[in-house]
């Protein structure tokens, strides 16, 4: 099964936060934005919002002359020790600052073994959670998080979930033909993201924007109550655009 992944704004914004990050690495006393921005070759505008991220994000702190050190979340990440439940505290908080700020229940998913996979999720009384009435793994046909994973395979992957998973009507919005399912996925560009306007449950809506960590297949997706539709493509964005933090927890 071949992966049709295609660069987007949040992958690049990673690369480029790891150039950072690995610089200052080097520099065990400190690293001044001015030697950041020589050896990264980065623009002022750029650097600056790439060192506010790592700095929210715990990645690097500033010390009391103004240069950047490495912060406790790297340490954490970068232990061999408990690695695996580092990270996932760093997207939880990752998660819950992208709920906050998109004002949506957010969802990370993953493709494995074939199957969807719902790896974590942040959501809150006023921002609440999709209520899952059909399990996802069965039902990729019919959200956003299943449809975004999809558009990362290719046309042979996507006819082979498709030949495994029933693609069941859940409601009268649901795509049920896979020839116009497969259509749809391919014609999906990579950097715009994937809507599910109540194909999966009445009264909700979700959307969902792609995230590659080297090979593995990911999306980053919200949900919104059907009378917050109207705030739906400016929430996907503000997702789309807020995705490197996740990608750079990843790619650590």
């Not at 002359?65 to 340490?75: E, I, M, N, R």
């Not at 979930?161 to 693609?167: D, I, N, T």
Request: net charge neutral; glycine share 6%; charged share 20%.
């Amino acid at each position: 099964m071949a992966l049709m992944h295609e660069p987007t704004a949040p992958y690049q914004s990673a690369q480029d936060a790891l150039r950072v990050l690995e610089t200052v690495a080097r520099y065990t006393t400190g690293v001044t934005d001015a030697e950041l921005a020589r050896e990264t070759q980065l623009g002022t505008e750029r650097l600056t919002s790439l060192l506010l991220m790592l700095r929210r994000e715990g990645y690097v702190e500033q010390v009391t002359d103004g240069a950047y050190v490495t912060g406790a979340a790297l340490s954490r990440l970068g232990a061999a020790q408990g690695h695996e439940e580092a990270l996932r505290d760093q997207l939880q908080r990752t998660l819950d600052r992208l709920r906050d700020s998109v004002g949506a229940a957010v969802y990370l998913s993953r493709y494995v073994d074939g199957e969807v996979k719902v790896t974590q999720y942040a959501d809150g009384p006023a921002t609440p959670a999709v209520h899952e009435w059909v399990d996802f793994r069965y039902s990729a046909h019919a959200t956003a998080v299943g449809k975004s994973l999809l558009t990362q395979l290719d046309h042979n992957g996507r006819r082979d979930h498709l030949a495994r998973h029933k693609m069941a009507r859940l409601t009268s919005k649901t795509i049920t033909s896979d020839k116009l399912l497969l259509s749809r996925l391919a014609a999906q560009p990579p950097t715009v993201p994937v809507l599910d306007l109540q194909e999966y449950a009445i009264g909700t809506v979700c959307a969902a924007v792609p995230i590659t960590a080297g090979s593995s297949v990911g999306c980053l997706a919200l949900s919104l109550p059907v009378e917050h539709a109207h705030r739906l493509r400016q929430a996907a964005d503000a997702l789309n655009r807020n995705a490197a933090p996740v990608l750079l927890s990843l790619a650590i």
